[in-house]
């Protein structure tokens, strides 16, 4: 038995590498498709005990287990699996999981109700249906081996893919109870485990992909193969919301290897038999646009568009007490304006995707964080019926927000309409970069009141920047923009009077929701002003929000446990200094202390940042801790580098070679602790991106006494003559 | 029709000398380890070992790589058994995983020159791979890791 298991667990891990990229069947990461109705999964119904949609259990003891939050290096594919192997009592690393379809009536997030990943919300959203899928499982199938003894339930219990009848040690193993538990009722409210039970939740669990990572073998949506499939690349617009005014495509068809011109809806697609083809394809093309409205606008006019806002009263978002009038009397008062770029995600993968649309079927293989809105367009854009519309999710070579959007999947599904075969649709790092959803860009304005023992009596800041909601369509124009306003309008201290005001001002820059979104910059802009009010009040940063964080006891503890783990005050290396900042994010807290100095020439160098989150419960720790490492590496590469420049409507940067990346020699040492409080579970991926860039300007201020209230920071500035 | 030693095996591919090695390797010989990431040479997502060093294969030509041996992620190991590999399974060091490949063809690349990397040489060695998942620690204690293995397999 256990020869097979083995066996058909291998044959599963295959079948999620190359070898098993059955294309045509439906599946490229592995996984049957009930939905096709091609795969046998349907047929295989009899000796399969799935007691619901997330596990099947064989008559050979195969546990399958579904995981329907898309890998895109956060390590969904390992952790939310374990979520129900604990409860159900299996041994983990002989379950085979596969990748969950577009089916929303069965993979949907039980919270937002739809299968689109994004905002942290794999653990948490999804941890207490998973348990209770795997504890209900784990119960009809102890139903079933008591009933086969004659015991009560109470009599038996499990251990890894066994029921065992606690006094006299019987045991059978799952596969032989899957027919008899198929026939019983689900429980609907089953035992769950206590924390002290947990096999594999809270403990260590290697990554379920990382063999397939490290030999080429992991199939993203860049690699995946279609009989017939054609290579498209579609020549856009520079300018955003531009449109095609008239294309000529004679020189582009006279290159070998190029198929079809077409006009989309994103641009001019030159489709051929290669990636190298169509690029060149590209090149050989003559597009004449109508470049709109958007032509007129630059980094400038929008600097100076919200420098002119930012004299409105705007929209209030959090108002305590009367700041305006505790700030007019009188007092020591304390005034900053920070200033934040728009910034582009920059996923490894360029944005893809590949499509096969017919008149009776459609399919799409995408690297995708919503493959339930991935449905919905293709369904839009073939004629399908929705449910009908397959999706087969890749992994991701990086998310970030970005793979959320629908552009690259709409590019495939209309090129493969238009040819009439499968396409692939490649984006050039120059269209990732120039035709992006951008974290906004905002200029805000702070004041704030001390009175003369230093203790702040007044808060006031007002935001100025375009709201991403509001341009999606998915909140109100003339309301407050939630992602504009998280973790500005909730600062935690506890100040009598406080003051938040939103003003909205969109240039029609396309936004988007970009790792930790608004509280990437909010964060920034909050976290460095209180250490401006500590810094004029004469305290300690850490002691001084220490004082003011009597209210919220979550921040403090992470605070204190960071200023703790980074010897907080303790003397370092001469030009050495240290910065500290704490936010609350996607349900977690988080706090980091960053060690700095500052070259002559002005250039920066993080040598080290202790990370300190607390996740309420961390499933997977040494994933919770590559959150941390990654996510402050993403939030470095924004202080240091992070800048989309707006040229007349169109994006000025192209490459890594003017949108770097932070690379090995500038990665600072990172030490992360957990602080598991037992609270509900929050979220990971995003969590540890907000408080790195307060954290180290701050760092820089206490180095240098200089203040970096404008992000990317200017070496410039910091320069000593 | 150009012939290129692709891991071990001598392969007539039809294609023009001047296609960039990376698109013959991916479209042509279907390794799809090799990864697209800039089309520039800055990133190294498409490093594959020419001779045994590292080359940035969107930028070098079939043509320019004709009977030479190119080593892609593919045929680093038979067994997904190489120190570095092993060391990355070990430490589990990939996230998205996307630019690994390249990381580890340069990391593999270092050890070869260099039994015993300083964090200086792996700097030097890795400044030219880009993760942007950030899993930069964990490359550096992996190459540490991959020595050890190394030593006590040698």
């Known amino acids: 038995m256990a020869t097979l298991r083995t066996t058909q667990a291998r044959i599963s891990r295959r079948a999620l590498i190359k070898g098993g990229l059955a294309v045509g069947t439906g599946l490229v990461v592995g996984f049957r498709l009930p939905v096709t109705g091609r795969g046998t999964a349907l047929a295989q119904t009899t000796g399969v005990f799935a007691p619901n949609q997330w596990i099947k259990i064989d008559r050979d003891g195969l546990v399958t287990i579904v995981n329907s939050v898309v890998e895109m290096g956060q390590g969904s594919l390992t952790t939310m699996p374990a979520i129900v192997a604990d409860e159900l009592d299996t041994d983990l690393a002989k379950v085979r999981v596969d990748q969950a379809p577009a089916n929303p009536k069965l993979y949907a997030n039980p919270v937002t109700n739809t299968q689109s990943y994004g905002g942290s919300r794999g653990v948490r959203d999804h941890i207490t249906m998973l348990r209770k899928a795997g504890a209900a499982a784990r119960e009809m199938l102890m139903q079933a081996g008591a009933n086969e003894w004659g015991v009560p339930l109470d009599d038996v219990t499990t251990e890894p893919d066994a029921v065992v009848h606690k006094s006299t040690g019987r045991r059978l193993p799952y596969s032989a109870l899957v027919d008899k538990a198929a026939k019983l009722p689900v429980p609907q409210n089953p035992k769950l485990k206590t924390p002290d039970q947990f096999r594999y939740i809270g403990k260590a669990m290697p990554r379920r992909d990382t063999p397939l990572k490290v030999n080429g073998a992991a199939i993203y949506g860049m690699d995946v193969q279609v009989p017939g499939m054609l290579i498209a690349s579609i020549e856009r617009c520079p300018v955003f919301g531009g449109k095609v005014k008239s294309f000529d495509a004679t020189a582009a068809k006279r290159i070998r290897g190029v198929k079809h011109v077409v006009q989309v809806s994103n641009g001019v697609a030159v489709v051929g038999d290669s990636f190298w083809t169509v690029t060149r394809g590209r090149k050989a093309l003559k597009v004449e646009w109508d470049e709109g409205p958007v032509a007129v606008v630059s980094s400038a006019s929008i600097s100076q568009g919200y420098e002119a806002a930012s004299g409105q009263t705007g929209q209030v ?157 998915r909140a109100q124009a003339g309301t407050i923009d939630g992602t504009a306003m998280e973790g500005a309008r909730n600062m935690p201290y506890d100040i009598p009077n406080v003051r938040v ?162 690379r090995i020699d500038e990665a600072p040492v990172m030490d992360v602790h957990i602080l598991n409080s037992g609270e509900a579970a929050g979220g990971l991926g995003e969590p540890g991106v907000p408080t790195v860039a307060p954290a180290v300007c701050n760092a820089i201020f206490a180095a240098t006494g200089k203040r970096i209230r404008q992000l990317p920071i200017q070496t410039d500035l910091l320069k000593r003559a | 029709m150009i012939t290129l030693t692709v891991n071990g095996k001598r392969r007539q591919v039809d294609a023009p000398p001047d296609m960039p090695l990376l698109w013959v390797i991916r479209e042509k010989l279907n390794l799809t380890g090799t990864k697209f990431g800039c089309g520039v040479a800055v990133c190294g997502a498409c490093n594959v070992l020419v001779d045994g060093s590292p080359v940035r294969s969107c930028v070098t030509t079939a043509g320019a790589v004709a009977g030479k041996k190119i080593t892609t992620i593919e045929g680093l190991s038979a067994k997904n058994d190489h120190p570095v ?70």
Not at chain 1, 607 to 626: C, F, R, T, Y
């Open chain 1, 501 to 662: 005001e939103w003003v909205h001002k969109d240039y029609g820059i396309p936004l988007g929701f970009w790792r930790s979104v608004g509280t990437s910059q909010n964060a920034f802009i909050v976290e460095s002003f209180v250490d401006e009010m500590a810094h004029a009040a004469g305290k300690d940063p850490f002691e001084f929000r220490r004082s003011l964080l009597g209210k919220a006891p979550r921040h403090k503890a992470v605070l204190e446990l960071a200023a703790s783990k980074a010897n907080w005050g303790s003397p370092l290396p001469a030009g050495r200094a240290r910065g500290i900042a704490v936010c609350f994010s996607y349900a977690s807290y988080a706090a980091h202390v960053a060690e700095v100095s500052v070259a002559p020439d002005g250039k920066v160098r993080v040598h080290k940042l202790v990370g300190v989150i607390d996740p309420g419960l961390a499933v997977n720790p040494d994933q919770v801790k590559a959150q941390m490492e990654g996510g402050a590496i993403y939030a470095l590469t924004a202080v240091y580098y992070g800048q989309i420049t707006i040229d007349r409507g169109r994006v000025k940067q192209t490459n890594f070679t003017d949108y770097p990346m932070l």
């Open chain 1, 317 to 473: 978002a959090r108002n305590d007490g009367d700041a305006d009038k505790s700030l007019a009397a009188g007092g020591k008062t304390v005034e900053g304006i920070y200033q934040v770029p728009f910034l582009e995600h920059a996923c490894m993968e360029p944005m893809n995707a590949t499509a096969l649309v017919k008149p009776d079927s459609c399919e799409i293989w995408a690297p995708t964080q919503n493959p339930g809105g991935t449905q919905i367009t293709g369904a839009r854009i073939s004629g399908v019926p929705v449910e009908k519309v397959v999706v087969n999710t890749t992994f991701l070579g990086g998310g970030f927000g970005r793979r959320g959007e629908q552009d690259f999947i709409v590019d495939a599904l209309e090129t493969s309409k238009a040819v009439g075969a499968p396409v692939k649709v490649i984006w050039t790092r120059e269209d990732d970069l120039q035709h992006s959803f951008y974290r906004p860009a905002t200029y805000n304005i702070f004041k704030a009141a001390l009175d003369d023992k230093g203790q702040p009596v007044a808060w006031w800041n007002r935001v100025v920047g375009p709201g991403i909601l509001i341009q999606k369509g």
């Open chain 2, 85 to 154: 590999q092993k060391a990355w399974i070990e430490l589990d060091v990939p996230q998205c995983g996307y630019c690994q490949s390249g990381q580890i063809l340069s990391a593999a690349a270092l050890l070869a020159q260099k039994a015993a990397p300083t964090d200086a040489d792996i700097d030097n060695a890795m400044a030219g791979n880009i993760c942007r998942c950030g899993t930069y620690q964990r490359i550096r204690a992996g190459i540490h890791r991959a020595a050890q293995i190394k030593k006590e397999g040698a």
